[in-house]
């Protein structure tokens, strides 16, 4: 059925505010919605969900829109007053959409060519639509000019309709939830047996590679955008619904060099990421505990090393994971992983080891009490007196850091009370590297200010009185330092006043 029809002019009388083809380039449609109408080489550019005509005087044409049945058929008619050819009429199915029509006068080598892509003529299209074609030939006889759209104006809407024509077969966007599922799914397939098809695998690859790349920048942004957090949340919340995290770690070894540095750093991401107000990877991580062996033991694979002991760190970042670290078995090949010949690991290694001591500070404390004796031999042995220079740096600072914390006060007075960890400190204060001397400093000063020391701690300190006292006397920071001095006078202070006490 042939929809009514109205004319522009009659409507622009009426509503002269609303009918704008002159000055703005659009149209009212029939239900007084406006259309854009371009001028492009002495053509218009109408939006095919219209139901107007609109007519050009400069180019002396008629272009006339109008729906049967719609959304159907959409039929758009073109009146060349001058041209033999009285009807140009392009024919589309579907009532969304542009087109542009060329009023210049066609040769006709130009319309044979139209014919060929499909556009076909009046006489053919009228014997098509019949009596509703006869309808239109007749308004349009009848349609009065209306004012041509200036040059800016057709320039501006000639880019706005391009870019709403391209929007409008764009594919719907995936969601964060999407990419995830998507993710997992392919993840599944990467961990099952190699397929036949490599090509096929290939294929399948590179997308999990570019889904994981997606996913990294929804968490951290671009540099055209920041991070969204309600898309942030979707995505933790749809992660851990199930085991895509399990998923990504066990097939890590799977992915290039840098799927795996952008998984490492969506799980390091995940970690933080709170959805109402709760860390729901905490939740996750306690349930699967067991997923903390696997990146423990990705220390001794010299690939996955970094991957998984920068995904390890960002774990314990959760008490309950590292209690489970701590009271575990892989504690003790901590002592082993930092003195790796691959210094790259080695030094990942000592990170996570100190994260391990100093985070959560109930719970080293609590450790360390229950430990003390094999934790602090092994850490005597194997890092204090270790033959890298390195290690034993390292491994003096993480001591003074551990021994200063309040929360470890008990720990610290039972190793001040140890004859054989004074005996290793003061050792440390004769090194020749001067940042040893400095760390070692720090701990040395614990067991002289020591109110209680015992008697075999007394002893040794005054059998070295003089060597200690000529070695502070020169002992500089290579800074000024005001607490630093005043420490050294405080132990210098506390060493020259000692008297040798008889052992009971």
Known sequence: MELPLMDLKERKRKEACRSCVGCSGKALNE???????????????????????????????????????????????????????????????????????????????????????????GSETLRESGAASRAVAQRLSQAAALPDTTAATANHLDKSSSTKMKGLFKSKPRTPVDIVRQTR????????????RESKREEKMAELCKNIRELKSILYGNSESEPVSEACAQ????????????????????????????????????????????????????????????????????????????MLRECIRHQTVARYVLESQHMKKFFDYIQLPNFDIAADAAAT?????????????????????????????????????????QAVKLLGDILLDRSNSAVMTRYVSSRDNLRILMNLLRESSKSIQIEAFHVFKLFAA????????????????????????????????????????QVVKEIAALEPKDRP
């Open 235 to 310: 995505l933790t919340q749809e992660f851990f619904r199930e085991n895509t995290l399990r998923l990504l770690i066990t097939c890590l070894p799977k992915l290039n060099l840098e799927a795996r540095k952008d998984a490492t750093q969506v799980v390091a991401n995940l970690q933080r990421q709170q959805v109402q107000s709760r860390l729901i990877a905490s939740d996750y991580l306690e349930a699967n505990i067991d997923l903390m062996d696997i990146l423990l033991a990705g220390y001794e694979n010299t690939d996955m090393a970094l991957h998984y002991g920068a």
């Open 31 to 121: 239900w007084g919605m406006h259309v854009n109408v371009k001028v492009e080489r002495g053509g218009f550019l109408v939006g095919l969900d219209c139901n107007c005509k609109v007519e050009s005087t400069q180019s002396k044409c008629k272009v006339f829109c109008f729906l049967v049945d719609p959304p159907k058929v959409l039929y758009l008619r073109v009146h060349y007053p001058s041209s033999n050819k009285k009807w140009e009429i392009p024919k589309l199915s579907g009532a969304v959409g542009l087109i542009v029509i060329k009023t210049a006068e066609k040769s006709q080598t130009e319309l044979k060519e139209e014919k060929k892509e499909g556009i076909r003529t």
């Open 353 to 393: 080891f100190k994260e391990l001591l100093t985070r959560h500070k109930s719970t080293v404390a609590e450790f360390l009490s229950k430990n003390y004796e094999w934790f602090f031999a092994d850490y005597n042995s194997k890092l204090l007196e270790s033959s890298n220079y390195i290690t034993r740096r």
């Open 450 to 489: 020591n109110q209680n020391k015992p008697p075999d701690i007394v002893s040794i300190l005054v059998a070295n009185k003089s060597k200690l006292l000529r070695l502070f006397a020169d002992f500089k920071t290579d800074k000024e330092d005001e607490q630093f001095e005043a420490d050294k006078a």
């Open 185 to 196: 799914d392919l993840l599944i397939y990467a961990g099952r047996s190699p397929d036949n």
